[in-house]
């Protein structure tokens, strides 16, 4: 007999019912390569061999896993707890996340019955906490989260290994706090942000993350890259090696100079996609910067000057956080993709 699935239930706040269907004929066979077979004999699912269950639930996201799959029965509970589903946390393409931001909607969502079925920010952080235990290694929040001071707190107690880490674009966190999350995250090795996360505060936060990550090796920025900003990262985060600039608006060619002179351990820097805001002072394709540039470091990503798909897409989508959403989770520089 044919497994034809299984339905799962989950009763939220005042009897609210959301539905997962698997179809674990066609996991299994993608998976493990296994041809579920006919058989008079129904098998059990809490049977089921628990390394297959464990590769199954590898391509469920945590919300899922966390909220659902954990919640079917005893086996599947201790399933969930397998480490090795819990190295990575990936928020960034959740739809059952609520941004909660004020004045930014939940732009995947347009049902009022999926809204119904959202989980809190904070609620989804301590339920995948208590079966990750310590263990993650990178954290990706959703590019419109709006995180706030116990969000961090939580993230950064229960986590305190993470080495890879994606803040979203919004965010209310006091200077505290940010000293307590980043005091926690000694082994971070890659940070990528949007400046609008520190928008009222550049100095402080990029000092914060030079005084407690002193491992921190590779930087992407996504958003808008201004002289004080720039100031700040080449005084804080000597140690970079790898940094991304990859569809910023960028004030004007200094600040892209400074970088290259500046942090003498740069090895690698993207400009792919960029825009100046003024080119009054210098352009990216300008002679005497290409030159000067690859003399410093061995590898300069650009785009072609004409011609560039993506550029022409970024001219008419100018100012909108779509376009950064969209294209935030590719660089060409590996270590800076998620």
């Known amino acids: 007999m044919f497994f034809r699935g299984i339905e799962m239930e989950r009763f939220d706040g005042a009897s609210r019912t959301q539905r997962w269907t ?13 041809m579920v077979m006919r058989s008079r004999k129904v098998p059990r699912w809490e049977n089921m061999d628990r390394d297959i269950l464990a590769k199954i639930f590898e391509k469920l996201n945590v919300v899922d896993i966390t909220m659902g799959a954990s919640r079917v029965c005893v086996t599947w509970f201790l399933v969930a707890h397998q480490k ?3 190295k990575t946390i990936n928020l960034a393409n959740s739809r059952l996340v609520d941004f909660k931001h004020p004045r930014v909607q939940n732009l995947r969502l347009d049902s009022q019955n999926v809204i119904e079925g959202l989980h809190n920010l904070r609620r989804v952080l301590l339920e995948i906490t208590k079966f990750s235990g310590t263990v993650p290694t990178n954290l990706f929040f959703n590019f419109y989260s709006f995180i706030e001071d116990e969000d961090l707190i ?7 290994n993470i080495r890879k880490l994606v803040l979203s ?30 928008l009222k505060g550049i100095v ?21 890259v201004d002289k004080y900003l720039t100031e700040e990262i080449v005084r804080y985060l000597p140690k970079l090696k790898r940094v991304s600039m990859r569809c910023c608006v ?15 351990n740069l090895t690698i820097l993207n400009l792919s996609h960029c825009v100046l805001k003024t080119l009054v002072k210098g352009s990216l394709f300008d002679e005497s910067f290409i030159k000067t540039a690859t003399r410093k470091i061995d590898t300069l990503i650009m785009c072609s000057k004409v011609g560039c798909r993506l550029c022409e897409d970024r001219s008419r989508a100018l100012g909108s956080d779509a376009f950064y959403e969209k294209h935030w989770r590719n660089d060409e520089i590996k270590e800076l993709e998620f």
């Open 22 to 34: 698997l179809s674990m004929k066609s996991v299994l066979s993608s998976i493990c390569g296994v």
């Open 84 to 86: 090795s589903l819990w």
């Open 154 to 160: 939580i993230a950064s107690e229960r986590m305190p």
């Open 169 to 198: 674009q919004w965010c209310t966190i006091s200077e505290n706090v940010y000293q307590l999350a980043f005091s926690q995250w000694k082994n971070l090795h890659t940070l990528i942000i949007s400046p609008h996360f520190f």
């Open 204 to 224: 402080k936060f990029v000092r914060v993350i030079g005084e407690n990550c002193t491992n921190l090796t590779n930087l992407k920025l996504s958003g808008h």
């Open 250 to 264: 960028i004030d004007s060619v200094q600040e892209v100079s400074l970088v290259i002179t500046c942090l003498q």
